[in-house]
């Protein structure tokens, strides 16, 4: 009975430090002491906001709020001054929060409180970019038109261990409604085509199968961004609206792209159908579209194939010749590349049990095609994201297997741009020889 008396209709927010892990192991002083203050302005603001802390970890805060209004106008007050921190500190050791915020009920218990409010809002923190804000539907129902911020929505989203979808909202400050509202900010005024590749729906009835599309995507999106006449969104942007069904002059406004292309994977047996639709974002109206089938060994070539046709259909002056003489091929085995394309599919989940897999799915490519550097490559970033997430306990150790794995995707992919990009971005992360890191990524540049 006094557990029900205690329920509360709430705006509960939640915030942890991005890269936690990472800063701890550096043990350095100045970085304790930074987070230590960073931690003071957050609890700070929810307080001037009328805010009650309910429980504080080492890197996290959860506070609940009488008014759902004041929850957001805190959240956007404290990001801006935890910013303003940073301004004067190396990227490297910025203090940056990810913070989430949902509207529930919630139970006090002591000074703690519980409840599913608490575990959404831990979740839409967990799928914030660093220094972001991200709302849940019931929290944007009640905040919409009255705060002077405006946000983009992220659609549905599947939360970990909640059972239905949540639909999310990103939260932008009053300056960005004075932008094109995008998901991220993008510069495509060059007088080049631009495009964005969108997720492809799964046809084939398993779930499972989901990798495959995902994987025949960022192939794609690789060849496309050979070509030297095309600005091409990458592929964390494009996939925020995997799951959605987005209006299509909605994804041109918000990722400043003229055009999308969109479609479907249906795969039974060793049967493979691919179709593909490219969209004018302005008009709506179908540029081009198409049916591929053919035999999953085929693969290949049917990428080729679909990735010609849309750039032949974009622009005149676009070369397919530019395609075809710029194109990589990461394996020619299509069990590595499945195992490839597999751990893709699990790396982009950023989560313990999503990186563990996908290290699997990494060395089993590697076992079967040493040749592959984009595996080396990517095996090393995983390496690297499992230190960030807190599930390595010997530092040295994981520092020391994440360099060797640099050095074979270096040694196999000399001129493998994704390769060499993961190669630098390791060996940045870890303060590695970070002028040879430049030259790494400098080449990477040259090379697309």
């Known amino acids: 009975m006094a557990a029900h008396a205690d329920r509360k209709l709430s705006a509960i927010l939640a915030a942890d430090v991005a890269g936690y892990s990472r800063l701890m192991a550096e043990d350095e002083p100045a970085t304790i002491e930074a987070l230590t203050r960073n931690r003071s302005i957050l609890s700070a603001v929810i307080r001037d906001y009328n805010g009650r802390i309910a429980n504080t970890a080492g890197d996290s805060v959860v506070a609940d709020f009488p008014s759902a209004t004041d929850a957001v106008r805190c959240a956007v007050s404290a990001q801006a001054r935890l910013a303003s921190e940073n301004e004067c500190v190396p990227e490297a050791r910025q203090i940056r929060f ?3 915020i949902h509207l529930g009920d919630v139970v006090r218990q002591g000074d703690d409180i519980l409840g599913d409010g608490v575990n959404i809002a831990a979740r839409l923190e967990s799928i914030a970019l660093p220094g972001t804000v991200v709302i849940s539907g019931p929290l944007y129902d009640v905040v919409d038109g009255k705060v002077p911020l405006h946000f983009i929505d992220l659609g549905p989203k599947q939360l970990k261990n909640i059972d239905r979808p949540v639909r999310a909202y990103q939260v932008l400050t009053q300056e960005g409604r004075q932008q094109p509202t995008r998901l991220w900010s993008f510069s495509t005024d060059s007088g080049r085509p631009s495009i964005a590749v969108l997720p492809f729906e799964n046809l084939t009835g ?5 990798y495959f599309a995902d994987g025949l995507v ?17 592929r964390h942007s494009s996939f925020a609206y995997k799951g959605r069904s987005p ?3 909605q994804v041109g406004r918000e990722l400043g792209v003229r055009y999308a292309l969109e479609g479907s994977v249906r795969k039974w047996g060793e049967k493979l159908r691919i179709t593909g639709q490219l969209n004018d974002t302005e008009t709506g109206a179908h540029v081009w579209a198409d049916r591929f089938d053919g035999l999953a060994a085929d693969m290949f070539d049917l990428q080729d194939t679909i990735t010609e046709r849309v750039v ?8 397919v010749s530019e395609i075809k003489r710029q194109r990589r091929r990461p394996t020619n085995d299509l069990t590595a590349y499945d195992s490839l394309i597999r751990g893709l599919g699990c790396f982009y989940e950023h989560t313990p049990e999503g990186t563990a897999q996908a290290l699997a799915h990494f060395r089993h490519a590697i076992e079967l095609d040493p040749s592959c550097a984009v595996a080396w490559g ?3 970033a995983t390496l690297l994201l499992r230190r960030t997430l807190g599930c390595i306990q010997n530092i040295a150790d994981n520092a020391r297997e994440c360099l060797e794995y640099c050095e074979q995707a270096i040694l196999r992919g000399a001129d493998d741009a994704e390769a060499i990009s993961l190669a630098a ?3 940045v992360c870890l303060g590695h020889e970070l002028a040879r890191s430049t030259e790494l990524a400098e080449r990477s540049i040259t090379l697309n």
């Open 98 to 100: 990810r913070m989430g």
């Open 206 to 210: 398993d779930s499972e199968q989901g």
């Open 218 to 234: 960022e192939d794609i999106i690789t060849a496309l961004s050979h070509n030297p006449m095309l600005v091409v969104i990458a």
């Open 247 to 249: 209006n299509i002059q």
């Open 312 to 319: 032949g259909a974009l622009d005149g002056e676009v070369r």
């Open 378 to 380: 990517y095996g090393g």
């Open 425 to 427: 971005l390791v060996q």
